[in-house]
């Protein structure tokens, strides 16, 4: 007789895992396998669950809340329309472990006006001046002017003529010039064997045909006006575009730098090339030969990164401190044309590190997929941007990454995240130097320069080749 055929037997059950939540209520698990003995060819396997499962809880997560605003600012001028600042922070209470980040905006600003601009009086007339004929009728004048007080910016001009004219008789001759009208805008006088126009207020030459009330107020920001009879004209110098020649003829900072439009690195207004919008944006013009436009500038934490998919796409922040450009923008300016990026990182030590990545591109909306080259410079890819490669951008509320948790979510940020991230530049900026306590690869980390160290200052940019 054979031997009986052997049957499966459960082993013992392995400890109890983690509990899933951070903080609230959770599950974890155990699990057994049948291998005790395992069952042989012909016998039978192990009757039951080869796992369990019971809730656990961990310490209540604390949401952060908005201090209540602090007073209004000063106005941002001292006489006419201005602007004043009010703020506040997410310390009422701060956020606990993983309790969200407050939403909205940490500041706004409202209209203001101090006072009233100082509008300009008239000085005294001069005396009059010698009359303009040595024979028969001419004229004579007196002028003043808007100076007592000069007009602030604001204020309005002296309402008016800063000149007046009356006639004036020498000895007898006859001319008679002003017969036939030559003054198209004024008064005609007759002088000896000539004629002279008096001009009407906003008209000038000599036969008073000439508009200069439209260019008054130097409505060409880079050129220069031309008045007509109804309107003005402005002639743009090299570069700028647009009825009042305000508007760079550039669509990044590339075009900026390649025109030779560029003042040195700052804000810059430039014209997309699909949507004709009108974009400011910050160019860097001392990096690697300038040309760079900077989407990314975190330094000191003043801007909450933990934004929604809208904020990400519309960008958000200030081009005079922490700034995100905006996909949809991204997206525009770097479709037209082969395009490198640059990461520029700072650690907590002062160490500075870069690093370049070939054809950088982003899919198109919804989803804004990244595509980019192995990166080349010294803050190393082995672990860092390229692993997010070919991934699609997520936030908090739109979860798009490779894993069946939010990502964006646990990791506090927007970002092109895979299972989750080795390089998390829009992650929570905690103290330099220092690790996120909860899930540490959610702060502004770059794992192959300083692991999960949290850095000083990430700036991303882009240049067109």
Known sequence: MPSPCANGGWSDWTSWSSCSATCGGGIRSQTRSCSNP??????????????????????????????????????????????????????????????????GDRSETQLCMPSPCANGGWSDWTSWSSCSATCGGGIRTQTRSCSNPSPSPYGHYCVGSNDRVESCANNVCVTNYCSASPCVHGQCYDVSNDFLCYCDHGYEGRYCNISYYYCMSN?????????????????????????????????????????????????????????????????????????????????????????????????????????????????????????????????ADGTSVYETFQNFRLGEMPYYTLHIDQGVGTAGDDYGISYHNGNRFSTFDMDRDETSRNCAMTDHGGWWYNSCALANLNGEYVTPGTQRPVESQGGMVYYSFKSWESLKVSKMMFRRI
């Open 38 to 103: 395992s069952p042989s060819s012909y016998g039978q396997y192990c009757v039951g669950s080869n796992d369990r499962v019971e809730s656990c809880a961990k310490n209540n997560c604390v949401h952060g809340g908005w201090s209540d605003w602090s007073n209004w600012g000063s106005c941002s001028v001292t006489c006419g329309m201005g602007l004043q600042r009010r703020t506040r922070t997410c310390s009422n209470p701060p956020p606990i472990l993983a309790g969200n980040h407050c939403f």
């Open 219 to 347: 409505p060409c920001d880079h050129g220069s006006c031309v008045s007509g009879f109804i309107d003005y004209k402005c002639n743009c110098f090299e570069g700028y575009v647009g009825r009042n020649c305000d508007l760079l003829n550039a669509t990044d900072c590339y075009d900026i730098l390649y025109k030779r439009l560029a003042r040195g690195s700052g804000v810059y207004n430039v014209t997309l090339r699909r949507s004709k919008l009108v974009k400011e944006i910050y160019c860097d013009m001392e990096t690697d030969k300038g040309g760079w436009t900077v989407f990314q500038y975190r330094f000191n934490g003043s801007v909450d990164f933990y934004r929604n998919f809208s904020d990400y796409e519309r960008g958000f922040g200030s081009l005079d401190g922490e700034f995100w450009l905006g996909l949809e923008n991204i997206y525009e300016m770097v479709s037209r044309g082969k395009t490198e990026l640059r990461l520029d990182l700072t650690a």
